[in-house]
C-alpha cells in the first residue's frame, strides 16, 4: 500500500523559499500526477500543483509565478519549492496522489501532512 | 477557473439523522466530482469519486449524486463518527475544492 510522508523546515522567514519533499514508500513513482496540496489554519483546501515522473507539471495559476515541483526517481520522491512567502503561505501542506495514474481524479492517498508556518 | 460553491458551511445534526450538503460547479464538469471527509489535524477521507462511487471501504450510508453543474453528499442515518468537515472537489480541470461543510452535534 502506497503511504507517503512530507519533510522540510517548520518555519520560514518571511520573503525566504519554503521547501517540502514527499517521500513514496509501498510503490514506485509512477505515471501519477503527484500533487502539493495546503490548508490554512480553520480554512479550505486548495490545490498547488502537481509533477509527474516525466517532469512534466502543472500549477495553479494563482500560485503559479513562485511555486517549483520536482522529482527525483531515484530516490522515490518529489518536492515543492514555493519563493517569497508570506504570513499567507502559512498552512499544513499536503503531498497526494490521485487515484488513476495519467489523469487528474480523486485523491485516495494523502499524506499526514506538515504545518509550515512563518516566522514573523 | 473551476468554482465550487458549497451549502451549508455549517450543519446542526443528531445520531440517525439524513444529512444532505450540496455543491454547485461554475460550469459543466459532468460527473468529475469526489467528496472527501476531514477531522481535525487529519489529512482528508475520500468517500465518494465520480460524483456517486463509493471508495472502498466507505460505509454504504455515504452517497453522492449530481452532474452537470449540482452535486449532492448524503448521510442517510448520522453516526458519531461522521461529525466531521466534509469538503467537495472537481476534477474536470485540474482540481478545485468547495468551501467545506462542518457538521456538528445539534
Known amino acids: 500500500q502506497v503511504q507517503l510522508q512530507e519533510s522540510g523546515p517548520r518555519l520560514v522567514k518571511p520573503s525566504e523559499t519554503l521547501s517540502l519533499t514527499c517521500s513514496i514508500s509501498?510503490?514506485?513513482?509512477?505515471?501519477?500526477?503527484w500533487t502539493w496540496i495546503r490548508q490554512p489554519p480553520g480554512k479550505g483546501l486548495e490545490w498547488i500543483g502537481y509533477?509527474?515522473?516525466?517532469?512534466?507539471?502543472k500549477f495553479n495559476p494563482s500560485l503559479k509565478s513562485r511555486v517549483t515541483i520536482s522529482v527525483d526517481t531515484s530516490k522515490n520522491q518529489f518536492s515543492l519549492m514555493l519563493r517569497s512567502v508570506t504570513a499567507a503561505d502559512t498552512a499544513v501542506y499536503f503531498c497526494?496522489?490521485?487515484?488513476?495514474?495519467?489523469?487528474?481524479?480523486?485523491?485516495?492517498?494523502w499524506g499526514l501532512g506538515t504545518m509550515v508556518t512563518d516566522s514573523s | 477557473d473551476i468554482q465550487m460553491t458549497q451549502s451549508p458551511s455549517t450543519l446542526s445534526a443528531s445520531v440517525g439523522d439524513r444529512v444532505t450538503i450540496t455543491c454547485r460547479a461554475s460550469?459543466?464538469?459532468?460527473?468529475?466530482v469526489a467528496w472527501y471527509q476531514q477531522k481535525l489535524g487529519k489529512a482528508p477521507k475520500l468517500l465518494i469519486y465520480?460524483?456517486?462511487n463509493l471508495e472502498s471501504g466507505v460505509p454504504s450510508r455515504f452517497s453522492g449524486s449530481g452532474s452537470g453543474t449540482e452535486f449532492t453528499l448524503t448521510i442517510t442515518s448520522l453516526q458519531p463518527d461522521d461529525f466531521a468537515t466534509y469538503y467537495c472537489?472537481?476534477?474536470?480541470?485540474?482540481?478545485?475544492f468547495g468551501q467545506g461543510t462542518k457538521v456538528d452535534i445539534k
Open positions: 497526494a496522489r490521485p487515484m488513476t495514474p495519467d489523469q487528474t481524479d480523486g485523491f485516495d492517498v
Open positions: 509501498g510503490g514506485s513513482i509512477s505515471n501519477y500526477y
Open positions: 509533477i509527474q515522473n516525466s517532469g512534466s507539471s
Open positions: 460550469q459543466n464538469i459532468n460527473s468529475w
Open positions: 465520480k460524483a456517486s
Open positions: 472537489q472537481q476534477y474536470f480541470s485540474y482540481w478545485t
